[in-house]
């Protein structure tokens, strides 16, 4: 039998702190619940959920939580579940709008329902070219950009010239040419019956504003209202909510107005900023007690905001016993940064940080190519940080049939008892899963990381619950499902900072911090420059316990070190900083620096990537050793094996082939071929130059 209902109500409110009671007792609004970063503001608001819900304050199913991911809807959903209200319902904007449009279509538009817009990147790109203009990939990407900010300031084709010009935006094009291109993008989505993210909001609102019935029965299902994240509500997303909510103020709304990055999509903190002029009598809760960051990684993240201009900041509170210092680190090259960060990153793992509790995070998605590398050279598994939803892919879903139907079947029988981790994998073998990740990377590597990251998760339930079988581990993956709560994987992240909104890793190393990165040098306003110094706090405070700072003076080894770090370090960094280690030679990537690397058959200039790495044309002749890279792909499948890693991380297919084709007698030969960095030369060096020299055998 259950606890009692008044147990179950002050188990909801035990283990909250004074501020985080406060927010869940307030069971009515307005409310407003300015929260600190690492304050515990999901905790502070699904217990207020909860004890509304058990103390009759509400039905579960009245009750509608926005949020603006649909991994924070996930986690919402958990924890409710497990707080004991499971019928709330907690979407992103997005979705709860698609949902009401899709329900009363049929009654108030009728016809057939169009088609959601994934990307408008296509569309924009055959509106440019009814416009007779031509744009690259990137510029197309820029438009599109134009085009949502457009549409959620709710400017129309006609007004955008003038709005631009008011908002101290830089188009990617002549503005007369994108608002020709917007408004042909808008007589392109009616003729095919096509409807975006923003028109959707839109509709749904017009819907509601046109049709009393269909509003009175929106607001009969959901009277009371969570928005969280509500610093980066944009004017249609506040246009939909005051539309559901009508004359009604049961709203309780919570966010950072120093975690407002997202100010170039038309996101504002002014709805946050303004809800007691809006909602005069709220209630306002400030969470302010850290219990994400050492006391170190948190007074470093009050001095980021302190020395810029923020009004409304929270001075956060440490909660956790002392930690390490920050460390800040000065480089010559990136080449340089992105080695000493993989190194120091598998000196972590090897203290016994897990791989995935360590994140790298970078300002622009193009600093990634770098780090990649580093990594791989390294030995240092990783992952790069992607938008798409883990339970919809193909993989995953033929994974979870397969585990249902051998759940069913009674498949722990068929492994003779060996245990959940055993009979996981048992299955997985049979949509592809094997113990080496395949090599190179693209749509195989991704299923097998998929694939991985299932088996991971059983050895995880497996270590909670040595009892768990098959049945639970199934039921746990359908939750997760449904929470949009996918289980991570295994490696370490790179990450943009913007990518790592809401997320905490053990570890961060904050990289590339240098003028013109961070801030951005399109900053050009005081406004766009605190944006920026807001970007370096949500980077800071991503950091549980380790927390590295680091820039490079140039951005090519032997470059001229013309940099300088970021403005926003003045008065944090040291006078002294940590001096880099000892460099490795590098005389190959300095020459490289000079000028392309020419091609050792024709000489001529190589860009692409493939062909730098094998250091010739793809169509020029060359002298592969067959017998040699079969038995460098034998030697490195073993090494594989031992180190239980993927093949790749040992070595590239392309770099075997390099160096099945160029046959280096010395050291010094194999590290001038690209892929063999210092700490692959160190670890595997020998053995490599005893299977091209034959002295294995």
């Given at each position: 039998?259950?606890?009692?209902?008044?147990?179950?109500?002050e188990?909801?409110?035990?283990?909250l702190?004074p501020e985080?009671?406060?927010v869940?007792e307030?069971?009515?609004?307005?409310?407003?619940?300015l929260?600190?970063?690492?304050t515990g503001?999901?905790?502070a608001?699904?217990?207020?959920?909860?004890?509304?819900?058990?103390?009759?304050?509400?039905?579960p199913?009245?009750?509608l939580?926005?949020?603006?991911?649909?991994?924070?809807?996930?986690?919402?959903?958990?924890?409710?579940?497990?707080?004991?209200a499971?019928?709330v319902?907690a979407?992103t904007?997005h979705?709860?709008a698609l949902?009401?449009?899709g329900?009363?279509?049929?009654?108030?538009?009728?016809?057939e329902?169009?088609?959601?817009?994934?990307s408008?990147i296509a569309?924009?790109?055959?509106?440019?070219r009814?416009?007779?203009?031509?744009?690259?990939?990137?510029?197309?990407?820029?438009?599109?950009?134009e085009?949502e900010w457009?549409k959620v300031?709710?400017?129309?084709?006609?007004?955008?010239?003038a709005?631009?010009?008011?908002s101290?935006?830089?188009?990617?094009?002549?503005?007369v040419?994108?608002?020709?291109?917007?408004?042909?993008y808008?007589q392109?989505?009616?003729?095919?019956?096509?409807?975006d993210?923003?028109?959707?909001?839109?509709?749904?609102?017009a819907?509601?504003?046109?049709?009393p019935?269909?509003?009175?029965?929106?607001?009969d299902?959901?009277?009371y209202?969570?928005v969280?994240e509500?610093?980066?509500?944009?004017p249609?997303?506040?246009l939909?909510?005051?539309?559901?909510?009508?004359?009604?103020?049961?709203?309780?709304?919570?966010?950072?107005?120093?975690?407002?990055i997202?100010s170039?999509?038309?996101a504002?903190?002014?709805?946050?900023?303004g809800?007691?002029?809006?909602?005069p009598?709220?209630?306002?809760?400030?969470?302010?007690?850290?219990?994400?960051?050492?006391?170190?990684?948190?007074q470093?993240?009050n001095?980021v905001?302190?020395?810029?201009?923020?009004?409304h900041?929270l001075?956060?509170?440490?909660?956790r016993?002392?930690?390490p210092e920050?460390?800040?680190t000065?480089?010559?090259d990136?080449?340089?940064?992105?080695?000493d960060v993989a190194?120091?990153a598998?000196?972590?793992?090897?203290?016994?940080?897990?791989?995935?509790?360590i994140?790298?995070?970078f300002?622009?998605?193009?600093?990634s190519e770098?780090?990649?590398?580093?990594f791989?050279?390294?030995?240092?598994p990783?992952?790069?940080?992607?938008?798409?939803?883990?339970?919809?892919?193909?993989a995953?879903?033929?994974?979870?049939?397969?585990?249902r139907?051998a759940?069913?079947?009674?498949?722990?029988?068929?492994?003779d008892?060996?245990?959940?981790?055993?009979?996981v994998?048992?299955?997985?073998?049979?949509?592809g899963?094997t113990d080496?990740?395949?090599?190179?990377?693209?749509?195989?590597?991704?299923r097998?990381?998929?694939?991985?990251?299932?088996?991971?998760l059983?050895?995880?339930?497996?270590?909670d619950d040595?009892?768990a079988g098959?049945?639970?581990?199934?039921?746990?993956l359908?939750d997760?499902?449904a929470?949009?709560?996918a289980?991570?994987?295994?490696?370490?992240?790179?990450?943009?900072l913007?990518?790592?909104?809401?997320?905490?890793?053990?570890?961060?190393?904050?990289?590339?911090?240098?003028?013109?990165?961070?801030?951005?040098?399109?900053?050009?306003?005081?406004?766009?420059?605190?944006?920026e110094?807001?970007?370096?706090y949500?980077?800071?405070?991503?950091?549980?316990?380790?927390?590295?700072?680091s820039?490079?003076?140039a951005?090519s080894?032997g470059?001229?070190k013309?940099?300088?770090?970021s403005?926003?370090?003045?008065g944090?960094a040291?006078?002294?900083v940590?001096?880099?280690?000892?460099?490795v030679d590098?005389t190959?990537?300095?020459?490289?620096?000079?000028?392309p690397?020419?091609?050792?058959?024709?000489?001529?200039?190589?860009?692409?990537?493939?062909?730098?790495?094998?250091?010739?044309?793809?169509?020029?002749p060359?002298?592969?050793?067959?017998a040699?890279?079969?038995?460098?792909?034998?030697?490195?499948?073993?090494?594989?094996?031992?180190?239980?890693?993927?093949a790749?991380?040992?070595?590239?297919?392309?770099?075997?082939?390099?160096?099945?084709?160029?046959?280096?007698?010395?050291?010094?030969?194999?590290?001038?071929?690209?892929?063999?960095?210092?700490?692959k030369?160190?670890?595997?060096?020998?053995a490599?130059?005893?299977?091209?020299?034959?002295?294995?055998?």
């Amino acid at each position: 039998m259950g606890l009692p209902l008044s147990d179950r109500v002050e188990a909801v409110l035990d283990g909250l702190d004074p501020e985080q009671r406060a927010v869940a007792e307030a069971v009515r609004g307005p409310v407003c619940v300015l929260a600190g970063a690492g304050t515990g503001k999901t905790r502070a608001i699904t217990h207020r959920i909860a004890y509304a819900t058990l103390t009759g304050a509400v039905a579960p199913q009245r009750v509608l939580a926005v949020t603006f991911t649909n991994r924070a809807a996930g986690e919402l959903r958990s924890r409710l579940r497990a707080l004991g209200a499971p019928g709330v319902q907690a979407r992103t904007f997005h979705a709860a709008a698609l949902r009401q449009l899709g329900y009363f279509w049929p009654r108030v538009i009728g016809g057939e329902q169009p088609k959601i817009i994934e990307s408008k990147i296509a569309l924009v790109a055959d509106a440019a070219r009814a416009c007779r203009l031509s744009y690259g990939r990137t510029e197309l990407r820029d438009i599109a950009g134009e085009v949502e900010w457009a549409k959620v300031t709710q400017t129309r084709p006609e007004e955008y010239p003038a709005a631009v010009a008011g908002s101290a935006r830089r188009p990617p094009a002549d503005v007369v040419d994108v608002a020709r291109v917007y408004a042909m993008y808008e007589q392109l989505r009616r003729e095919r019956n096509l409807l975006d993210f923003e028109g959707m909001l839109e509709l749904t609102a017009a819907v509601l504003a046109e049709h009393p019935d269909v509003a009175r029965q929106v607001r009969d299902q959901y009277r009371y209202f969570v928005v969280d994240e509500f610093q980066d509500v944009n004017p249609l997303q506040k246009l939909l909510l005051d539309t559901w909510l009508g004359d009604r103020d049961d709203l309780c709304v919570v966010g950072d107005p120093s975690q407002t990055i997202y100010s170039f999509t038309g996101a504002t903190p002014d709805y946050l900023l303004g809800f007691t002029r809006d909602h005069p009598g709220a209630t306002v809760v400030r969470l302010v007690r850290d219990y994400r960051s050492t006391p170190q990684v948190v007074q470093l993240a009050n001095e980021v905001l302190a020395r810029g201009g923020a009004r409304h900041r929270l001075e956060l509170v440490a909660q956790r016993p002392t930690g390490p210092e920050p460390v800040y680190t000065e480089y010559d090259d990136e080449v340089a940064e992105a080695e000493d960060v993989a190194r120091r990153a598998r000196k972590l793992i090897d203290e016994g940080v897990p791989a995935r509790e360590i994140a790298v995070l970078f300002r622009v998605n193009a600093q990634s190519e770098t780090y990649e590398s580093a990594f791989a050279d390294a030995d240092v598994p990783y992952v790069l940080r992607g938008a798409e939803r883990f339970f919809e892919r193909a993989a995953v879903r033929e994974a979870v049939i397969r585990l249902r139907g051998a759940a069913r079947a009674g498949a722990d029988a068929e492994t003779d008892g060996t245990g959940l981790i055993a009979t996981v994998r048992h299955v997985l073998v049979g949509v592809g899963f094997t113990d080496r990740a395949p090599e190179g990377t693209g749509a195989a590597r991704e299923r097998w990381e998929s694939l991985a990251a299932l088996a991971q998760l059983a050895e995880d339930m497996a270590a909670d619950d040595p009892k768990a079988g098959l049945p639970e581990f199934v039921a746990e993956l359908e939750d997760r499902a449904a929470a949009q709560h996918a289980p991570p994987l295994e490696g370490v992240t790179l990450a943009s900072l913007h990518t790592a909104k809401g997320l905490e890793w053990d570890a961060v190393f904050l990289v590339g911090l240098v003028e013109g990165t961070l801030p951005i040098v399109y900053a050009d306003t005081p406004g766009k420059v605190e944006e920026e110094r807001r970007l370096l706090y949500v980077g800071v405070t991503r950091a549980r316990e380790h927390l590295a700072l680091s820039w490079a003076l140039a951005r090519s080894p032997g470059a001229r070190k013309g940099r300088r770090p970021s403005r926003f370090l003045e008065g944090l960094a040291p006078q002294t900083v940590t001096p880099a280690p000892a460099r490795v030679d590098r005389t190959r990537r300095r020459a490289a620096s000079r000028g392309p690397q020419p091609c050792r058959v024709c000489e001529r200039p190589l860009t692409a990537a493939l062909e730098r790495k094998l250091g010739r044309c793809e169509t020029c002749p060359a002298d592969l050793d067959e017998a040699l890279l079969l038995r460098l792909k034998e030697w490195r499948a073993g090494v594989a094996r031992e180190q239980k890693v993927p093949a790749y991380v040992v070595f590239t297919d392309v770099t075997l082939q390099a160096i099945a084709e160029r046959g280096p007698a010395t050291l010094e030969e194999l590290a001038g071929i690209p892929g063999v960095g210092a700490a692959k030369l160190d670890r595997h060096g020998s053995a490599v130059l005893a299977l091209v020299t034959g002295a294995d055998r």
